[in-house]
């Protein structure tokens, strides 16, 4: 998973209104789209119990949006971002996208864990939303790296 660190959005089929890039930008190792949420999910594995764990993943899905409207707001299309809603066809890809920038290989386990020991209630709402979104993600970079 490491081998794949610097992938762009590009990379992952992340479409271009989502790829939150511009001329200005220069992206490097300390700099790059959707940081916080990468940052976020990195603590995954710093935390002790499941729903710990469970709200992180939840905190990296919300700093997904969060990074997509300061992306707007930065170069001065905040009315623009209310037409760029993310939907789980664009959600799905910026994830993975994230996967590959955090290269923990750690958090397929940590998945299958969490929904081994989580308790059933908070798998029906946004957490359990996020979980299986966090698995299909991990998912499809696993076979996608395979393949490459």
Known sequence: MT???G????????IKKF???TDVIVYDSKNFPYKRAVDELVKLTTFNNPLSKLECIVRTSRNIVRCVEEHYDSIGKSGYRI???IGCDDFLPILSYIVVKTANPQIVSECSAMEEFIQE???FGEEGYCLTSLQT????VLRTLVTM
Not at 7 to 14: C, G, K, M
Not at 137 to 140: D, M, N
């Open 83 to 85: 037409g760029n809603a």
């Open 3 to 5: 081998r794949y660190q």
């Open 137 to 140: 993600a991990l998912g499809y």
């Open 121 to 123: 209630g908070y798998l």
């Open 19 to 21: 790829c939150l890039s």
């Open 7 to 14: 992938a762009l959005p590009e990379h992952v089929s992340v």
